[in-house]
């Protein structure tokens, strides 16, 4: 029988000490990501079907042309960290935590505004 990952024959380099979790962490890598590859990618083919919907995307020169007006939104849907080390920012744009569900966003801009959500 092949062992899947196995033993090292001597203990490794001072200095060079792997944490029991990474470790742990990467046997499990090792015996299951090929099998969460295929879970994925087989479930990729199926959400079209499932009837999931892409947002449409739109050039800067668009959303230029939407900057200040009333009826727009815009939501930096950037990690608290990335946003604060951000260099640029869209001026008016609202920051909201991308954990939240976009439902809550919804409710709180209402049905009636164009919501228009940027990451980068």
Request: proline share 8%; glycine share 10%.
């Amino acid at each position: 029988m092949k062992k899947v990952c196995p033993r090292r024959s001597r203990p490794p380099a001072e200095g060079n000490d792997i944490p029991k979790e990474v470790s742990m962490t990467r046997r499990v890598l090792t015996l299951f990501g090929p099998i969460f590859a295929i879970l994925l990618l087989g479930g990729m083919g199926t959400w079209p079907v499932a009837g999931a919907e892409q947002a449409p995307r739109m050039t800067k020169e668009e959303l230029k042309a939407l900057l200040g007006k009333p009826e727009v939104v815009i939501l930096d849907v950037r990690s608290a960290g990335d946003w604060k080390k951000a260099e640029t920012k869209i001026q008016g744009a609202v920051r909201e935590d991308p954990g939240k569900a976009v439902k809550t966003w919804a409710e709180k801009y209402g049905k009636d505004k164009t919501i228009v959500l940027y990451c980068a």
